[in-house]
């Protein structure tokens, strides 16, 4: 029988699968790494996020009491399937999308959503306090970034008149950066992707001097790995839509290391400027602010548009 094992090595190997949760890790590192130097510390070694993931695999699972067993070991494997399904539709590291359609863009944000709703469920699933109140907090602060990241995305997807990510890089990688005719929207993108992986200041749901881990204090060995490297994943994903989208798009391997680096940069320095926020004040400000300066942006590219179609 003569098999066709190429499609099977791009999903799980490269540059999917072990490669995207390899460089998730290395991605991590990065970022700790970065926000050490900007604190005016070392920060730590490339291999740490690799080591921490391997001692968790290798740790024994507890059950706490009074959990549902079966939610429990499902919910970690759900939220990092949705992160992994997620990068099928995005240029990744430069290449094509494995898998591409019209509207891709929509499912590609749903299912980056599902990190915080498997995390909203996972701390509801126990009966710890601090789980609970890092659940709740989580699932709160979802309303306040999704909808603003979400109008920031759609952005660039009307100025390219396509629902699809390949055809937006596409789009954005001929032409002007998006980011000079759309700033606001680079902006709100960059601030809903740090809300999306609860990044300082955002970081009220996982607030470790009062809430220890939230949602996943009583999550210990491969469920916390599980999650862990569930969320590096959606912040090469995210990092690779808002470059791709903003920054010129994506055409090779070195465009998109260089790009999402600078990227990277200005999100931990976001992170070492600025105090955790209450979770009162994220909702309430940003909800507000975030979502009105993006629909504010959306307004203003639909009417160019419809003025552009009517002088021409």
Known sequence: MNLNIHPLIILLLFPGGLFLMNAGLFYEWADRKLVARY??????????????????????????????????VALPVVALTGALTAALYTPLFGFEPAYSFQGDLVVTLYLLSMMTLCIGLAGANTVSRFSLIGATRALTQMFSYEAPFMLALLGPAIAAGSWNIGQINAFAHQNLWMIVAQPIGFVVAVVGLMGK?????????????????GALTEYSGRGFALFRIGKNVEMVIGLTLVVAFYLGGIGNPIEFILKSAALLLVVAGLQSLFARLRIDQTVGLWWRVGALMALLQLVAIILGQYLGNLIR
């Open 197 to 213: 992986l609860e990044l300082p200041p955002f970081d009220a749901p996982e607030a470790e001097t009062e809430i220890v881990a």
């Open 39 to 72: 604190q005016n510390r070392i920060g730590p070694r490339w291999f740490q996020p690799l080591a921490d993931s391997i001692k968790l695999l290798a740790k024994e699972e507890i059950f706490p009491q009074g959990v549902h067993r079966g939610l429990f």
